[in-house]
């Protein structure tokens, strides 16, 4: 309450004037002035034409009061002197909320967190006005508190995980002119992600750099990004970071990064087998607190014929590899890098101080889906050729995904940083779905939405359709997949509650909000609803609609809820939006905590919706 009164009140201590009071009101876009103006004068008890603080705090609770939440409190209350005993507390988490297990503890215990009467909570009941507390804060959110914290087995090989993953990660802005910086890394660590790029290129003074070639964007030192991965990579997730190498590196310079890595990082750094003769990856858990390189690696081989993209030296000291990055990947004639010259490969020198960094991730041209592999290999395809797999691979596809870490790019064409959606790849069991983290909008919306679960750790387990070996599932067919668990999911959304503006609207505009609720998980599952448009009132619009949708492959699937400002002569401006996981779903009557463009939260702005979930088996 302090800050809000603070805003309608600059520099008057603890009295706010009359007109400074429409201050509020404004705030919260809505058009009740006659309301307001009425609450006004009947929270001002001294007659002295300004608001006092707890004058203050009566006028913003009469703006604030919540009808359609007094009257399922009344109702579940039914004669009891409008309080709600422990007992019927507790019968309301069951029956409405979804809590199955649910004991009188559990109500006790909301009770005591939340109930702000003393004497009301020594009874063990609560009030409106603890009910009201109790559904805005995170118990009453429409995401399960328990997957903020780490719920998931960690000790599966990590081919059986999402892997949180940035592409041309040192990048701010665009990738032709935009500028390069260390701090892009340090925000896409604290959002928990875990692989990062690192495009590395020849500088001055024998210091690497990184930036993005054959472009005008700006360059950082390689040796300043590794310091960073050793400050901050850990910050917020214990779980392995993969550093993803693109080598463009003389050999003087290459072994001026593994010595910068080596050094920096030390025992951090994994450079051998976590333990002797494995047969496939390693889990989450082994590799705690480790930093992997992806890379180009050299090894010995017996058989020339063997060919799996490497060549190595007679003196083991420096060698040769196919020259392939993301550049050799382009899909676009006009932009791709040929890697043939005159009919034969190209090849790059790579130094074995390089070299021997790389243990679990070793970087290879993708062989196609039937062609025999070492789990320790990775390969990377821009979305182009991701997209192709897709229609082609199938089961296969899923199968192969299930062994061999598979690492997708955007497309070159994308120069202005734009994304793809994630959600197709993820489906068919892709690991490493690269984004460019510095540009927000709908499918970064669904990226930070899908890495919420789990203690937003950046590694999400795969549903046991992905990762099972006995599983015949396919996303363009998943009715014939096994062990899928189709449901019907139905969504009441009754109110909003103090919706933000548009961004950079003009001054005393308000909003007609919307509210649109999407699926993205497989194709067949994927729709959206939404609801009729409210004139003039983002303080507390009322929908009262239901929203009902299919889920085939709800393991896979997202909810998106977005708040739109209707607009009858030109596309709809976005007001805010919260995504999450359907198994982070909770049932019942829960409050949707919206966030902006950028993924920052706009509280106390939220959705109240009714969550109801029925099996279709």
């Not at 297990?101 to 609560?126: Q, S």
């Not at 460019?436 to 046991?464: A, H, I, R």
Request: proline content about 5%.
């Amino acid at each position: 309450m302090g800050p809000i009164y603070a805003k309608s009140n600059p520099g008057h201590g603890r009295s706010s004037g009359g007109s400074n009071c429409w201050m509020t009101v404004s705030l919260c876009s809505m058009s009740l002035a006659r309301q307001a103006r009425t609450s006004a004068h009947w929270a001002d008890r001294s007659c002295s034409g300004t608001l006092e603080y707890d004058e203050f705090v009566e006028f913003y609770q009469a703006l604030t009061q919540r009808e359609e939440v007094r009257f399922l409190f009344q109702r579940l209350c039914h004669d009891t002197n409008n309080v709600l005993s422990a007992s019927k507390l507790t019968s309301f988490l069951q029956d409405c909320q979804g809590e199955l297990d649910a004991m009188k503890e559990r109500a006790t215990y909301l009770i005591n967190k939340h109930e702000p009467c003393e004497i009301v909570r020594e009874r063990g009941c609560m009030t409106f006005d603890g009910f009201l507390l109790y559904l805005t804060s995170p118990d009453g959110s429409v995401f399960n508190p328990t997957h903020g914290s780490i719920h998931q087995s960690m000790k599966e090989p990590l081919s059986h995980y999402f892997i949180s993953s940035s592409h041309n990660t040192y990048l701010l802005q665009d990738q032709l002119r935009g500028p390069s910086s260390t701090e892009a890394y340090i925000k896409a660590f604290l959002k928990g992600c875990r692989c990062v790029e690192l495009d590395c290129w020849d500088g001055p003074n024998e210091e690497p750099v990184i930036y993005h070639g054959y472009t005008l964007t700006s360059k950082i030192l390689f040796r300043d990004v590794i310091q960073v991965v050793e400050k901050y990579a850990f910050k917020v997730s214990e779980y392995p970071v993969i550093l993803s190498i693109e080598n463009h590196c003389s050999l003087e310079q290459q072994r001026v990064m593994a010595h910068h890595m080596k050094s920096i990082l030390k025992n951090k750094l994994l450079t051998e087998p976590v333990q002797s003769g494995e047969s496939e990856q390693p889990s989450p858990e082994q590799l705690k607190g480790k930093v992997l390189i992806k890379g180009k690696k050299l090894i010995r081989v017996k058989q020339p014929a063997v060919d799996v993209g490497f060549r190595a030296a007679q003196n083991g000291e420096v060698g040769e590899v196919s020259d392939e990055d993301e550049a050799a990947e382009m899909e676009d004639e006009d932009v791709r890098c040929k890697v043939k010259n005159h009919g034969k490969e190209r090849h790059q020198n790579l130094a074995r101080e390089l070299s021997d960094c790389i243990v679990y991730c070793r970087s290879v041209h993708f062989p196609g889906l039937s062609s025999p592999r070492h789990p320790w290999e990775t390969s990377s395809l821009s979305e182009g050729k991701a997209n192709k797999l897709l229609k082609e691979g199938g089961r296969e596809l899923v199968c192969h995904n299930r062994q061999f870490l598979m690492r997708v790019y955007p497309a070159a064409r994308r120069t202005d940083s734009s994304n793809f959606d994630p959600m197709p790849y993820w489906s068919a069991g892709y690991q490493i779905v690269a984004l460019n983290f510095q540009t927000p909008g709908d499918e970064m919306d669904l990226y930070e939405g899908w890495f919420k679960q789990n203690g937003s750790c950046g590694l999400v387990l795969k549903p046991m359709c992905l990762r099972s070996p006995t599983s015949r599932f396919s996303p363009t067919e998943p009715q014939s997949g096994s062990g899928l668990h189709p449901v019907r999911l139905k969504i009441k959304v009754i109110s909003g509650q103090q919706l933000p503006k548009v961004a950079n609207s003009s001054k005393g505009s308000i909003v007609d909000p919307l509210v649109r609720v999407e699926i993205h998980g497989v194709p067949s599952d994927n729709a959206r609803l939404e609801t009729k448009y409210i004139d003039n009132n983002g303080f507390s619009p009322q929908w009262n609609e239901s929203l009902s949708f299919v889920l085939t492959v709800p393991e896979l699937a997202l909810v998106r809820f977005v708040v739109e400002d209707h607009d009858t002569a030109s596309r709809n401006d976005f007001v805010a939006q919260y995504t999450l996981p359907f198994s982070s779903l909770c049932r019942g009557y829960r409050h949707v905590h919206l966030l902006s463009q950028d993924g920052t939260s706009v509280a106390p702005s939220s959705l109240f919706v009714y969550i109801h979930i029925t099996d279709l088996e």
